[in-house]
């Protein structure tokens, strides 16, 4: 097996292997950019992804110039990585001095890093970008047709991990958020049914006179249940929270009805 081949193949089942142990985005992001680097070398390469609101950060970088190239796309809003990043098609430019008139406020500023030549790839699942990887390099041709190809393989590997953690844990955030929300509904029925207990009232009476009293407290429906399955709340101040113009004691009180 050829050298180049041997490498890409232990790349690929090492970002395989770090993806099954579910590692924080950015750790994957700097294993995968570190990786390239040694391989793409004297390249620099950088990986942006987006955030909720769509807008991309870089999230990791194997040196300085590599993060300034990046940091000067996002300041100017206009370069390759952002081009690859809204079609979700590659981008290479084999000589940036001549694409002035492409992206003007962008080269203007990225002279000083020294780069001339970038190939860019998307993140992408389901033709749909959610970041981008890219390899830099200080002269024209010294990025291989070989490097290319490699780093199209590996930013497709990565996109299908990465969208995968990202699937994984908006799944997490669905479940915890219902069971909380289950939780709390578990709460304000028993506090419903211990108060209307209390006061011999309805358990929908009980339950206006909660709500009633968390709207003038300010405070939430669950942590005044919970008070109230505690018998901490004053019959009084949640009889009174109804009233136009009356305010509940300041704080829990400790009643005993």
Same mark, same amino acid.
């Given at each position: 097996?050829?050298?180049?081949?041997?490498?890409?193949?232990?790349?690929?089942?090492?970002?395989?292997?770090?993806?099954?142990?579910?590692?924080?985005?950015? +750790?994957? %992001?700097? =294993?995968?950019?570190?990786?390239?680097?040694?391989?793409?070398?004297?390249?620099?390469? $950088?990986?942006?992804?987006?955030?909720?609101?769509?807008?991309?950060?870089?999230?990791? %970088? !194997? @040196?300085? %110039?590599?993060?300034?190239?990046?940091?000067?796309?996002?300041?100017?809003?206009?370069?390759?990585?952002?081009?690859?990043?809204?079609?979700?098609?590659?981008?290479?430019?084999?000589?940036?001095?001549?694409?002035?008139?492409?992206?003007?406020?962008?080269?203007?500023?990225?002279?000083?890093?020294?780069?001339?030549? /970038?190939?860019?790839?998307?993140?992408?699942?389901? +033709?749909?970008?959610? $970041?981008?990887?890219?390899?830099?390099?200080?002269?024209?041709?010294?990025?291989?047709?070989?490097?290319?190809?490699?780093?199209?393989?590996?930013?497709?590997?990565?996109?299908?991990? =990465?969208?995968?953690?990202?699937?994984?844990?908006?799944?997490?955030?669905?479940?915890?958020?219902?069971?909380?929300?289950?939780? !709390?509904?578990?709460?304000?029925?028993?506090?419903?049914?211990?108060?209307?207990?209390?006061?011999?009232?309805? &358990? +929908?009476?009980?339950? +206006?006179?909660?709500? @009633?009293?968390?709207?003038?407290?300010?405070?939430?429906?669950?942590? /005044? %249940? @919970?008070?109230?399955?505690?018998?901490?709340?004053?019959?009084?101040?949640?009889?009174? !929270?109804?009233?136009? $113009?009356?305010? &509940?004691?300041?704080?829990?009180?400790?009643?005993?009805?």
């Amino acid at each position: 097996m050829a050298q180049a081949d041997l490498w890409l193949t232990t790349t690929m089942v090492e970002l395989a292997e770090a993806a099954d142990a579910r590692p924080a985005e950015a +750790d994957y %992001a700097t =294993m995968l950019v570190t990786r390239l680097s040694e391989r793409f070398t004297p390249a620099q390469c $950088g990986l942006l992804v987006s955030g909720r609101s769509g807008e991309l950060t870089l999230m990791a %970088a !194997s @040196g300085r %110039a590599a993060s300034r190239l990046a940091e000067i796309q996002l300041e100017s809003r206009e370069g390759p990585c952002l081009d690859c990043y809204l079609t979700a098609l590659p981008v290479l430019v084999e000589d940036l001095t001549a694409a002035s008139e492409t992206w003007p406020g962008f080269l203007a500023a990225a002279r000083g890093t020294g780069f001339t030549m /970038i190939a860019v790839m998307p993140l992408r699942r389901r +033709d749909r970008s959610f $970041g981008v990887i890219f390899a830099a390099t200080a002269g024209r041709g010294l990025l291989a047709r070989d490097h290319l190809s490699e780093l199209s393989i590996l930013a497709r590997i990565a996109s299908i991990a =990465m969208a995968q953690q990202r699937e994984l844990r908006r799944s997490l955030l669905a479940t915890e958020q219902l069971q909380r929300a289950l939780d !709390s509904r578990v709460v304000i029925e028993q506090a419903k049914g211990a108060l209307a207990a209390r006061l011999n009232i309805a &358990p +929908d009476r009980a339950f +206006d006179l909660l709500r @009633g009293y968390a709207r003038r407290t300010n405070r939430t429906l669950t942590e /005044i %249940a @919970g008070q109230a399955i505690r018998n901490q709340l004053s019959p009084l101040d949640l009889m009174a !929270s109804l009233l136009p $113009g009356r305010r &509940p004691a300041a704080g829990p009180s400790r009643h005993q009805s």
